[in-house]
């Protein structure tokens, strides 16, 4: 009986102990939410917005590796591109979209007008896309720099790879992807809502890049984007374009570009033909200054086309002073081309600007030139002294008279000497032979002051 009384006392001692423990364990597995199912609390810290607003080239590149390089400095927790852009070089693009899909700091595009060709290919590159309402994405067809549509085969067949591989990096549909940009298919998905016919280009508003997957969500404003993302709208950050990116987009305009180089080449041409003025070469420095400026800023020249350009313009310099048979003056050409065409985004348009600045120039130097013909260079080289009576030159007078008339030989000829003809000493010359002093001769010639004997045939 004790016995069995000590068994039922450890029994319910036991049974106290693990009711603690059950209740827990109960408590974990039944618990109801919070009131009001709160979700858990956004992620915090930096969040910064990129704007992606102009044409797709080099400038663009090198202000979003600088706006990437701050966030990372920042210790940013997302990056959001703020596009709305037309598109542009789709080697930029590439580059840009193999930076947005690299960073280690998670991105997200929100389109805000329209992410159209190569901007189409930068959004997908992100880990999410939201749209504004009314925004656009696609048409991301091939055109040359006329805008006409670009059909080679392999070019289609690679920028179609870009794309599709872009959509397929967060789940999109690569056949939606490849619609985009190729005419030549057809793309049937009734279940996303896209129907493509052959011929057609797939450009999706944001309600249908909603419903077919290539957008996440939709928002009005960034903010709103970020916060459907779950990240804090507290510390937000508006990477800016500073002032040298602002006049570099400016002056590396095309049209601006070519006046540049007009002024450039003008300016400095006419300063080495009419010197004196000044004006022009400061004009034309300041140019050129201007030009290789906003390209530098840009991303597109280097240090080496400051330097060819300089060495060119020496070498035209030295060849208006130092005899070289055109030499220096045929490299400082060829340097200063290069350099110029190199600091462009694109050697073509570089050589078709400076094709045009170049004739423009030539047709004011040529008026400069003639409006100033007496004060230009090439007086350096013209004597414009004249000896007259007045300052004391007295012209030998031209003795036609002798011709034909016969003397003597005072002095040997050899070639030149003297000689007595019709009673007069004249300083006369031998075509090349030797005559002897006493020797019978004859004038065969008058040349100015020159009076040319020969010896007379007995």
């Known amino acids: 009986m004790d016995r069995l009384r000590k068994w039922a006392v450890a029994g319910i001692f036991a049974v106290l102990l693990l009711l603690p423990a059950a209740g827990v364990a109960s408590a974990d597995i039944t618990a109801p939410p919070a009131p009001g199912g709160a979700a858990a609390a956004p992620k915090s810290g930096p969040v910064f917005i990129i704007p992606v607003d102009q044409e797709i080239e080099r400038g663009l590149q090198s202000f979003l590796v600088r706006g990437f390089q701050e966030a990372a400095n920042y210790g940013a927790v997302l990056i959001v591109l703020e596009i709305d852009t037309p598109g542009g070089l789709v080697d930029s693009a590439e580059q ?64 179609k790879s870009k794309m599709v591989g872009a959509a397929e990096l967060n789940g999109r549909d690569p056949e939606i992807a490849a619609g985009m940009m190729d005419k030549n298919i057809v793309v049937s998905k009734p279940e996303l809502g896209v129907n493509k016919a052959l011929g057609q280009i797939i450009a999706l508003s944001s309600e249908e890049a909603l419903k077919a997957g290539y957008a996440d969500s939709i928002a009005n404003t960034p903010e709103e984007a970020i916060a459907s993302l779950d990240y804090s709208t507290d510390d937000i950050f508006r990477v800016a374009h500073t002032g040298a990116e602002k006049m570099s987009h400016f002056l590396t305009h095309p049209v601006v570009m070519t006046l540049l180089l007009f002024i450039g080449i003008a300016g400095i041409i006419i300063e080495m033909l009419v010197p004196g003025f000044g004006v022009p070469g400061i004009i034309g420095t300041l140019a050129f200054a201007l030009y290789f400026f906003g390209n530098y800023v840009a991303g597109f020249a280097g240090s080496e086309t400051w330097l060819l350009f300089i060495l060119g313009l020496v070498m035209l310099v030295l060849e208006l002073f130092v005899p070289s048979f055109g030499i ?131």
């Open 96 to 159: 840009i979209g193999m930076m947005v899909r690299d960073s280690e700091i998670p991105t997200a595009a929100f389109i805000k007008g329209d992410a159209a060709s190569a901007g189409s290919y930068i959004a997908l590159n992100a880990d999410s896309i939201i749209m504004k309402p009314g925004s656009m994405i696609g048409a991301a067809s091939l055109v040359d720099g006329e805008g006409n549509s670009v059909d080679d085969a392999k070019l289609v067949s690679y920028w």
């Open 328 to 458: 220096l003056g045929l490299l400082g050409s060829v340097c200063l081309v290069a350099g110029v065409v190199r600091a462009a985004y694109s050697y073509t348009h570089a050589l078709f600007s400076l094709g045009i600045a170049f004739a423009a120039a030539a047709v004011v130097i040529i008026i400069v030139a003639v409006t100033f013909k007496e004060r230009g260079i090439w007086n350096r080289f013209i004597l414009q002294d004249s000896l007259t009576k007045e300052q004391g030159f007295v012209p030998v007078p031209e003795r036609l008279t002798l011709v034909g008339a016969s003397g003597v030989s005072i002095t040997p000829l050899r070639p030149a000497g003297t000689a007595s003809l019709n009673g007069e000493r004249v300083d006369v010359v031998t075509e090349g032979s030797f005559i002897a002093a006493g020797a019978s001769i004859s004038v065969i010639k008058v040349e100015g002051g020159r009076v040319v004997v020969k010896e007379a045939v007995e």
